[in-house]
């Protein structure tokens, strides 16, 4: 970890969600225990797909594009979260397949500036009978259409 958080240019692809951390979220050193920020990223995503309709709400058979799961998480953690307050998560997709996605996120500050931890998680659409891999509807993906980052 370095001393302070690296800076971020401003934001030009992607979503910046607000999520807060909180007094228990802490660890016993102070620090934002390294497992809430994949917990905070987890949120913010819920908060994204559910304001586009795709609830994580039910059983697995009505979850729908919510019937997935992790294949991947890369997280490196910058700069160390020290008190409880007002965060945000930079959210983005870097891959959108038929079956699976690749997301990109920033725990960062609620302006996007410092970023304290950053990463990408691969998630794959399972259906929910089979369990096996299985596309993504056209809603879900003209949702994450929105957040996709381009080439650079």
């Known amino acids: 970890m370095t001393a302070e958080?690296?800076?971020a240019p401003a934001l030009s692809y992607g979503r910046l969600i607000p999520v807060t951390v909180h007094f228990d979220d802490l660890d016993a050193l102070g620090l934002l225990h390294n497992a809430r920020y994949p917990l905070m990223v987890e949120r913010a995503w819920a908060e994204f797909w559910e304001a586009?309709?795709?609830?994580?709400?039910?059983?697995?058979?009505?979850?729908g594009d919510a019937c997935n799961a992790v294949k991947e998480l890369r997280i490196t953690y910058e700069a160390p979260v020290t008190r409880p307050g007002a965060y945000a998560v930079h959210l983005w997709l870097e891959?959108?397949?038929?079956?699976?996605?690749?997301?990109?996120?920033?725990?960062?500050?609620?302006?996007?500036?410092?970023?304290?931890?950053?990463?990408t998680r691969v998630l794959v659409r399972l259906d929910a009978?089979?369990?096996?891999?299985?596309?993504?509807?056209?809603?879900?993906?003209?949702?994450?259409?929105?957040?996709?980052?381009s080439a650079d």
Do not use: K, N, Q
């Not at 586009?52 to 979850?63: E, K, N, Q, V």
């Open 95 to 119: 891959r959108l397949g038929t079956t699976g996605l690749t997301y990109g996120f920033r725990f960062c500050s609620t302006d996007g500036v410092e970023t304290y931890a950053h990463g």
């Open 5 to 7: 958080a690296l800076s």
């Open 52 to 63: 586009h309709g795709i609830s994580f709400a039910g059983d697995w058979t009505t979850a």
């Open 129 to 149: 009978t089979t369990m096996r891999p299985a596309p993504w509807s056209e809603e879900f993906r003209a949702a994450g259409r929105t957040l996709l980052r």
